[in-house]
Structure formats: structure tokens, C-alpha cells
């Protein structure tokens, strides 16, 4: 019998498998117009091209970025703040199946504890569930030190000043609306102890990577500049910021 293995899941895996189905669909007609004559089969390579571009391109990317992430959890964020703060109280926004919560948890130092918080949109994540992220940190043999609930950045469950790391992992960019991101900022502020230390790992719109992975898709992110102005006018001074193969990781102090 296997060993049960924890449930990371996909990101986004219904629009992967629409994108792809779409973008296939592109290239039966892209085959289609190669073979005909005249201005029809002209205008079919032409909404081809389109579809394959619009589709394929970002549903293989988005494939492949899964991929690779599923196969490096190598890096954890925080790692060097971890290991000055004796007995850390974090709080993961934005948690999912728990990849990177359950990274964190493996990292603290004794006594150190993590609580994680989502809203739990199984669009967002597949298999996303209270129930998988638990789990989870049982398989990973991390469940004494995490707990896990449902939570959203914008009224953070927890009273002031109860936190000493908060980290967000390619979160904030899915709160669409700019005045819900300025809520989200002033609650992390306000959970945050004094000199505690807020993580934010995003996307840069503008690497070659994101732009590799997801073609025209890579509108949906923001450019560094963007979070870096939205850290600082909250009440945060950014420490330093790292960029991994395109993923910018911020790290700040209330």
C-alpha cells in the first residue's frame, strides 16, 4: 500500500484546463487554414494565431509553473527572520492547501506557532479545503505547532499586535479592488506587534519569467513599484526586496 501523500493541489486548474482547451481548439484551425485556399484560410491562421496566443500560451505556462513549484519547496520565506525571534507567533494570510504555511511551520524555532487563515475558494486552488489543509500539516507532521481557519485579509480574526511575522505568498493581487487592499494592509498593521515583520511575495508584471508563464495574462499582476508604494504607505518600512526567477519577495517592519 502507498504512503498517503499531502494534497498541495493546483492553482488555478479549471482556467488551465479551459485555456488549453481553447488554445487546442486554436491549432485545429490553425491545421485547418494551412490546408485551404484563398482569403478563408487566411483569416482562419489569423484567429488561430489569436486563439493560441490569447489561450494556449498562458494554459501550457500556467501548467508548467505548477509543475515547477510542486517540485521546489526548498525556499522558505522568512527563513532569516525566523531565526532571530525566539517562540514566533505567524500568521499566514492566504494559506490554501498549505504549501508554503506548512514550509514556514517546519522552520520555527521551538515553541514557535503558525496560524493560517483562507477563505477557502476551491476556483483558486484545486481541492481547496479546510479539511485538506489540516491534513496536510498532519502529514507533514506539523499539526502540533499550526491551526488553520477560515479567515479573510480584509477582518483578520485575531486581536492587535498578536503577531510577530505575517506573510501573504501571491495573495494580495487576488483582492481585486484597491480600497478592499488598503483594508487588507491596515489589518495586518493592526494584528502586527510592534517591529513585527510583514512578508509579501508577488508576481512582478514585468518579469521576462511571469511573462514566459502567462503571455497577455501577465496583465493580472502588478509591477514592483505598485506593491512597494502600497507597503510603505501603511505604515511599513521595507527592509529589502528579493527577486526570485521573477517572484518579488518584500520584506518589511511595522
Not at 487588507?184 to 521576462?208: D, F, T
Request: aromatic fraction near 10%; charged fraction near 20%; include cysteine.
Amino acid at each position: 500500500m502507498s504512503e498517503e501523500r499531502p494534497k498541495y493541489g493546483w492553482y488555478v486548474k479549471n482556467l488551465i484546463l479551459a485555456f488549453n482547451i481553447i488554445g487546442l481548439f486554436g491549432l485545429i484551425v490553425f491545421i485547418l487554414g494551412l490546408n485551404l485556399l484563398g482569403m478563408l484560410g487566411v483569416i482562419l491562421i489569423i484567429i488561430s494565431i489569436a486563439l493560441m496566443g490569447l489561450f494556449l500560451w498562458p494554459g501550457i505556462g500556467l501548467a508548467a509553473m505548477n509543475i515547477i513549484i510542486s517540485k521546489d519547496d526548498s525556499e522558505v520565506q522568512g527563513r532569516d527572520i525566523l531565526s532571530i525571534i525566539q517562540s514566533p507567533r505567524v500568521l499566514d494570510i492566504g494559506c490554501g492547501t498549505g504549501r508554503t504555511a506548512i514550509n514556514i511551520a517546519k522552520s520555527l524555532p521551538k515553541g514557535g506557532q503558525l496560524n493560517g487563515i483562507d477563505i477557502y475558494n476551491v476556483n483558486a486552488i484545486s481541492g481547496n479545503s479546510l479539511t485538506t489543509v489540516n491534513r496536510n500539516a498532519e502529514l507533514e507532521g506539523v499539526s502540533d505547532k499550526t491551526t488553520f481557519q477560515y479567515g479573510s485579509a480584509t477582518e483578520i480574526p485575531f486581536e492587535d499586535n498578536k503577531f510577530d511575522i505575517v506573510n501573504l505568498s501571491s495573495v494580495l493581487h487576488e483582492v481585486h479592488d484597491y480600497e478592499d487592499k488598503k483594508k487588507a494592509m491596515k489589518e495586518i498593521h493592526r494584528v502586527l506587534k510592534p517591529k513585527g515583520y510583514l512578508l509579501i511575495g508577488e508576481w512582478n508584471r514585468y518579469s521576462w519569467q511571469i511573462i514566459l508563464y502567462t503571455g497577455i495574462l501577465c496583465i493580472v499582476f502588478q509591477r514592483r513599484k505598485y506593491w512597494d508604494e502600497l507597503i510603505r504607505k501603511h505604515g511599513f518600512n521595507i527592509l529589502k526586496y528579493e527577486n526570485f526567477a521573477g517572484y518579488g519577495l518584500f520584506t518589511a517592519q511595522k
